[in-house]
């Protein structure tokens, strides 16, 4: 669990920080030099489903497009993947394409969430050293609140 919770204080940090530098851990072959996303992405739906409430916001917003790199490799219940082309041909090329998109996808989910949440997460006052709500780990003043003070 301390290896994840890493992980994800990293990528939170990034996010917040530097998000041009925000890279997911993906696979590449070594053949054809394609990205192969579909396990990255299925660890990132598995995430989703866990506070699948949290993510209707994003979904029912005109900004659910952003999660459409990841839905290329998502499966429905029937075995077939969420998104459905007119055809076939249509879902390989943008699947062969999508790994590719997901560094711009996940910053776009970022930025969606940090202005539909707002900083605070409905807490009134957040003090200087409180931990950042960020995700760094860090004080609050030593982080985003530097330069506020």
Not at 86 to 109: K, W
Not at 112 to 123: A, C, S
């Given at each position: 669990l301390g290896a994840i919770m890493g992980r994800y204080n990293e990528i939170l940090d990034i996010l917040a920080h530097e998000p041009e530098a925000f890279e997911p851990i993906l696979y590449e072959n070594r053949k054809t030099g394609e990205t192969i996303a579909a396990d990255w992405a299925e660890g990132f739906l598995i995430g989703v489903q866990l506070r699948a409430g949290a993510w209707k916001a994003l979904f029912n917003s005109e900004d659910a497009l952003c999660f459409a790199p990841v839905a290329a490799f998502t499966p429905d219940k029937d075995g077939g993947?969420?998104?459905?082309?007119?055809?076939?041909?249509?879902?390989?090329?943008?699947?062969?394409?999508?790994?590719?998109?997901?560094?711009?996808?996940?910053?776009?989910?970022?930025?969606?969430?940090?202005?539909?949440?707002?900083?605070?997460?409905?807490?009134?006052?957040?003090?200087?050293?409180?931990?950042?709500?960020?995700?760094?780990?860090?004080?609050?003043?030593?982080?985003c609140g530097a330069s506020r003070h």
């Open positions: 993947f969420m998104i459905k082309p007119e055809h076939d041909a249509d879902i390989e090329r943008f699947r062969a394409e999508a790994g590719d998109l997901i560094p711009e996808a996940v910053r776009g989910m970022y930025r969606f969430f940090r202005k539909t949440r707002g900083y605070f997460q409905g807490r009134t006052k957040l003090g200087r050293n409180d931990p950042c709500f960020c995700g760094s780990g860090k004080k609050f003043k030593k982080c």
